[in-house]
């Protein structure tokens, strides 16, 4: 049994779609519980993953992958989950700050945080902070992350914090911002949490809202 | 059953008409054209007809005279018809193939192939531990064999010293007996004399299993000297006949310097150090035709300021690639230098002379290309230096690929599907070619400030010395057989046996 899971968790890592695909439908045919498929199988490979991308022993591309050989298996087993058996990390809204059209930081943030099993509701670039507010009200998200290229436009950034202030709706959020010239000086300053690459993005998130669980 | 065939080998054939098409495959890069090696040529056969050169063997003496060279009252003096040398280079192989231990071909010494190694015959050694210079001992050759197995880069060993810990006429046995025990990759090395290079060519037939398994497949090549200008001793020519005769590899590696050895003119000493190693090719094909041979040498200046011979000069490195021009017009083996440094501790000019250098050698393409780690002009050898050799030949290796054209590289179809504002990360296209396309460094700082300060804040120079003393805690060459093993200590008593009559 637990041998079945190594192997799907190993398909995972060495990122073999067809493979995790096979493992998981003899998994399910053998009887085993897919939120056991799920939490033994799909998820240890792709926790190890994180693990190894953050010693520099994966390439970004080879996480990517991985990524998607544990949604190949997550399709299969999705559709005979039960309510509740597993949980989202968490909800989050992204968005490059007004201004700004340079995305590929934010980009590989959220593949990464999705990699991770959270949500996440892309805006765009160039998102005006009016968008932002419309866009926690509409998706009531755990997480807003915001990123910036440039210094010119980092104000917009604090521009959103204090717009979602006065609607009453930053308690109920914790809002992540990075980018080039973003500084965690800068994140404290406006209320922020900041995060210097992708995978302590991901920390950062794992971390907020753990906290947000916690009051 | 209908069974569909999903061969997703199957690789459709280019059917685009495309004609005469010529790609670069590589970086382009040469110091002469057919033109000036021909000259520098004819300049080298006009040296040894005319001015000749001593030679302290009189069994070699009497080779020359036999194939028509004109010996001198004295015995010693030879000048060397320009046909004789031509006949040399004739029957010399334009080839030679080093093997490993486990006598799996790995280095073609043939037209551009660059392969990389440390240096021979140092006198003292950086302390990985202490950072402390002190005379360099048998266990520092021990640790370079184990670096050198274990460092992606670097293509054969050579011992970074002549050790102060043990018989001192038996330096050169003792180093053998420790890189052959500690590295599979090919060993170039020297001897003092006949005697010992016996020994240690008899060390690498109980490796090899026999004097003709190692003629086969070689994983030795010896490194031996003239004395510049024009001089070769006994125990040289005595050591390159013995080879000869044994059919097995060796470079004749002249050091010359200009301004003090050679002439204060570039041409002038790529001649001298040519004519000196071709010397050494001629004796070798009249005792044995087709004895496999290496030209080349350390071809640098002095510094007229300080005296001290070059290794990071840049005329070091732009004669160097003159003298493989040279010999690769001649179709045979070359032998260069790079990876070396003047700096007498490991800091940023280190760098800047070991780039420079390699990144010449490299172009020029040099076969056994040798002195990686090498500082201190030749004094003293460091494991940290050998392995930023080792990343900076990586680095290279890469630019000399240049850059591929065709369908797949050119990646029309991907740059398509991605379109104005998408990205590639995601891409089987970045999957399939990030890897082969792109290297990927093990000490180069690629970090952002922020993960670079909170992993230790480490310098270069640190973390150096954290891979250097890694690999010696972690790396495990793979081992000889006990009873190897015991010949080999065998054999080694011998020779110390035969040094204390």
């Known amino acids: ?215 | 059953m209908a069974i569909k065939r999903r061969n997703k080998r199957a690789v459709k054939l280019d059917d685009s008409i495309r004609t005469n098409q010529v790609s670069n495959n590589s970086i382009q890069f040469r110091v002469l054209n057919e033109n000036q090696c021909e000259r520098l040529y004819n300049a080298v056969l006009e040296v040894m007809e005319n001015v000749g050169m001593q030679i302290h063997h009189k069994g070699a003496v009497e080779l020359l005279r036999n194939a028509g060279c004109w010996v001198e009252d004295d015995g010693i003096t030879v000048k060397i018809p320009s046909h004789v040398v031509k006949k040399a280079i004739a029957s010399s192989p334009s080839r030679i193939v080093l093997s490993n231990r486990n006598k799996k071909r790995k280095l073609f010494l043939e037209r551009n192939n660059a392969y990389f190694g440390p240096g021979p015959t140092l006198l003292n050694f950086i302390d990985v531990n202490t950072g402390e210079r002190r005379p360099v001992v048998k266990n520092d050759v021990l640790n370079t064999a184990k670096v050198v197995d274990a460092l992606p880069n670097i293509d054969f060993c050579m011992s970074l010293a002549n050790i102060s810990d043990c018989t001192s006429d038996l330096a050169d046995v003792h180093e053998v007996h420790a890189m052959l025990q500690n590295t599979t990759k090919p060993i170039v090395t020297w001897a003092f004399d006949r005697d010992n290079l016996d020994t240690i060519i008899k060390m690498f037939e109980v490796v090899a299993g026999g004097e003709k398994e190692l003629q086969m497949n070689p994983n030795v090549l010896i490194y031996s000297e003239p004395t510049t200008p024009f001089v070769h001793t006994y125990e040289a020519v005595d050591k390159l006949l013995y080879l000869a005769e044994k059919g097995l590899p060796q470079n004749y590696t002249p050091a010359v310097q200009a301004g003090a050895t050679g002439p204060a003119t570039r041409a002038g000493t790529v001649i001298v150090g040519a004519v000196d190693t071709l010397a050494g090719l001629v004796i070798s094909q009249l005792k044995n035709p087709g004895a496999p041979f290496i030209c080349g040498g350390v071809i640098t200046n002095m510094d007229m300021k300080t005296t001290v011979m070059c290794y990071g000069s840049p005329e070091f490195a732009v004669m160097h690639a003159a003298t493989v021009d040279l010999f690769k017009y001649l179709n045979i083996p070359t032998f260069s230098t790079a990876g070396c440094t003047d700096s007498c501790i490991l800091d940023e000019q280190v760098g800047i002379d070991q780039a420079i250098t390699i990144y010449t050698a490299a172009l020029s393409g040099g076969n056994i290309i040798h002195d990686v780690g090498y500082m201190d002009g030749g004094m003293v050898g460091s494991l940290e230096a050998l392995c930023m050799g080792d990343e900076i030949i990586g680095e290279v290796r890469s630019i000399m690929r240049g850059v591929r054209v065709d369908d797949e590289a050119l990646g029309l179809d991907v740059i398509e599907k991605v379109g104005p504002g998408g990205h590639f990360l995601n891409e089987k296209h970045t999957m399939d070619n990030f890897r082969k396309e792109f290297w990927y460094p093990e000490t180069i700082e690629r970090s952002n400030y922020e993960d670079w300060k909170n992993s230790g804040s480490l310098t270069y120079r640190q973390k150096l010395n954290i891979r250097a003393k890694k690999i010696l805690e972690e790396h495990q060459p793979q081992k000889l057989t006990d009873d190897i093993i015991e010949q080999l200590d065998i054999l080694v008593e011998e020779a110390e046996k035969r040094c204390k009559k």
């Open chain 1, 1 to 215: 049994m637990s041998e079945l899971y190594e192997q799907i968790a190993e398909s995972v890592v060495n990122g073999m779609a067809d493979e995790v695909e096979n493992l998981v439908q003899k998994a399910i045919n053998q009887g085993m519980k897919p939120k056991e498929i799920i939490n033994n199988g799909l998820i240890v490979g792709m926790n190890e993953v994180g693990e190894l991308f953050k010693n520099f022993e994966m390439f970004v591309p080879e996480v990517l992958i991985s990524s998607q050989a544990m949604n190949k298996g997550m399709e299969i087993v999705k559709p005979l989950l039960k309510e509740g058996d597993v949980q989202k990390a968490g909800k989050a809204v992204f968005a490059t700050a007004r201004g700004d059209l340079h995305d590929i930081g934010k980009k590989l943030v959220i593949m990464m945080m999705e990699s991770s099993g959270y949500e996440v509701i892309d805006l765009g670039v160039d998102v005006k902070p009016e968008e932002i507010i419309q866009a926690v009200k509409e998706h009531n998200p755990n997480i807003v992350g915001m990123s910036s290229m440039l210094t010119t436009t980092m104000p917009a950034m604090k521009e959103t914090i204090e717009l979602l202030k006065e609607n009453d709706l930053y308690g109920n959020l914790k809002v992540m911002i990075g980018g080039a010239p973003v500084t965690e000086k800068y994140a404290d300053e406006i209320d922020a949490s900041y995060s210097n690459n992708a995978s302590a993005a991901i920390e950062l998130a794992n971390r907020l809202i753990s906290c947000m669980q916690a009051v």
